[in-house]
């Protein structure tokens, strides 16, 4: 006998776990795109500081 | 020879029945007995083709949605490590999103196939009849009466 209406409810309950932790993996993930972004316009911002050609007074 | 769905005949046979004796009812009865067994196999029929590509559909579902929740975990870890820019990042989260949402967006699919196992599981004669005897007067079985 192939699969019953009852074993497919049974999958559906996994599947919507499986759904609610792939969202809560997703959201964290999007948190640390968040960090990187961050860190690489901090890390752009220290360039333009150090760099000598932005310290140039006319004389 | 009349083309009748399963409900007309019981209807036609309950009406002959207050009129014939048993015995004269009884061919008559076999008809009907062997047309109920006809539709009850479509209904079983029917149910394995639906089990088994619901059963598949259900794995895919489920094998994605764990293969997504394992991918964002590593790209997390990458993403710490430095190993990706962000551009990088955004374009593999982005597409982790769009498989989660296609594999999600099936799950209705998956619904209403155990919702009509239900009604199969339920009484197939009565699901034959009205899916396809019903609908389908071509294919209705014949009687005698």
Redesign the interface.
Known sequence: ?????R???R??K??EA??E???K??M???D??A???DR?ARRALRQIAFDPRNHMTAS | MPQRTIQQATVQLDAMAEVLSPQLLAPYMEELEGAQAGAQEMAHRHQDQQGAHAEALSEEIQLGLREIRERFGELVAEGVAGRLTSREYDQQWSALRRRQRELESRVGELSGAADQLDEIEANPVAWADRTFYEKFPGIRPEFSF
């Not at chain 1, 006998?1 to 209406?5: P, V």
């Open positions: 006998m192939g699969t019953t209406s074993q497919l409810r999958d559906l996994r599947i499986l759904s932790q792939a969202q993996a997703a964290e993930a999007e640390t795109l960090a990187l972004e690489e």
